[in-house]
């Protein structure tokens, strides 16, 4: 069994083009062994927000502490604690945070998207900014 | 997109031989279509308890309110609002809730073992119960 607590963990700033005020730290992931699916924890400002993009695995969120909405798919709507949503795989999608609390939520994906795409997706990211 | 909310939904009992004052929620499962893993959210009453078990399948746990313990594999830990926890695969385990709060978490698994082995399970207990 592993424990881990955002409280006593480090934020990470999602360098992604187009994420604004947003910061993540990973919960259970790929250090852990997890099996199957990530566990992260993200943190958004007030006036920020993560990328308006799509991409061919979902996301499974859990709101925390505080409102935002959520854009997808041509539909916006509003999140508070408690709320818990499925955005479909390939479906784009956007979170924001236009109120003056932090918004705080869990964001689940499959492992494979984690450990393989997406990681190499956030070091080209990394390298493109220090170009 | 789908949103759920567990204050909207029904607590169901857990009725797995061993649980005791243990209700859930399927919030993003088979009828949300999840393509991989599956939400649910756990209360237990003070006093309540999880099966102890194994089974092959992870558990991803985080705390939303209330205090608890857990036992896995020979060790009991506490576990408070915040606390992420992987209980991997073929641990034996069981929470338990000796406090006077109700014991409130998310607890993700994978897909298959709700719609296939899981399920099954379910309804076998259910079963059994009416005998």
Redesign the interface.
Known sequence: ???????QGNWEEVLEPGAKKVKKQV??GEE??????I?R?FEIEPGGATPRHSHS??H?V?V?SGKGK?Y??G?E?E?AP????????N?E?QFTNPYSQLLCF?C?I?RQFESGKLKNYNKYIKEEKKK
């Open positions: 069994m592993i424990k881990k607590n955002p409280a919960l259970i852990e062994s997890a099996p199957n699916f566990m924890i695995w979902e499974e859990y925390l959520v997808a798919q539909n709507i999140i408690g709320d818990a949503l499925l955005i479909e795989p479906q999608h869990l689940l499959p």
